[in-house]
């Protein structure tokens, strides 16, 4: 089956959140330019930026579930429950409750439904249904069209650590980043390192001067 790896753009700024209307206009670029396909979902409540987006995730819950309601609770579903970790995530366990506050499938649409977002107040996800394979960009990098690939966009209350290189329930080490606007997204094998370059592009005109991006494997 191989393995999924989680990769992550960030502010250089430490603990960073960048203004609604900036945050706005990443969204606005990633579907405009097609870098991302519909629908989405809008999310709020307490999310884990380092949760497996394909594994329990309420990110990934809200995303394949497309018969959960909007106000429909969320929590955590961890991939081996039987485990007991007191290691913070990605290393221990994740522990996410959050809502789901719309669903849509135009880029107008969620403009206007971030605009009522507790934004600030509480975590945001704007989780899109994948990467547009008809992006060349897009389809160089990842090799070939697997469409369980996710993107989601998060704008977090208050900080959290994301390391630069982990391993999901590995050996707890390494640096770490503080974010609270921070785009993720999964994949298996791509076609060179660093960032996607079709992805920065957008997330460097709204992040601020300079990107920090690492990856959790597992």
Not at 32 to 47: D, I, N, S
Not at 139 to 150: I, K, N, P
């Amino acid at each position: 089956m191989g393995t999924w790896t989680d990769a992550f753009l960030a502010p250089a700024e430490p603990g960073l959140l960048v203004p609604r209307g900036d945050f706005e206009r990443l969204l606005l670029d990633l579907g405009r330019e097609r870098v991302v396909v519909m629908p989405w979902v809008l999310l709020a409540g307490r999310l884990c930026v380092n949760t497996s987006l394909n594994w329990g995730s309420v990110s990934g819950r809200a995303r394949w579930d497309r018969t959960l309601a909007v106000g429909t609770a969320l929590r955590t579903e961890e991939p081996f429950p039987e485990d007991v970790d007191d290691d913070p995530p990605p290393w221990g366990d994740s522990h996410e409750e959050a809502r789901i506050l719309v669903r849509g499938d135009g880029i107008l649409g969620l403009l206007a439904a971030l605009r009522e977002a507790p934004y600030g107040v509480e975590d945001i996800a704007v989780v899109f249904d994948g990467v547009d394979f008809g992006h060349r960009g897009i389809a160089d990098w990842f090799w070939w069209e697997d469409h369980r690939t996710t993107l989601v966009c998060y704008a977090l209350a208050h900080a959290q650590e994301r390391p630069l290189s982990a391993e999901f329930h590995g050996t707890r080490g390494g640096r770490v980043h503080a974010v609270r606007t921070c785009l993720v997204h999964t994949y298996k094998i791509v076609s060179g390192s660093g960032p996607v370059p079709a992805i920065a592009a957008v997330a460097g005109r709204h992040f601020g001067p300079g990107l920090v991006h690492g990856r959790t494997r597992g």
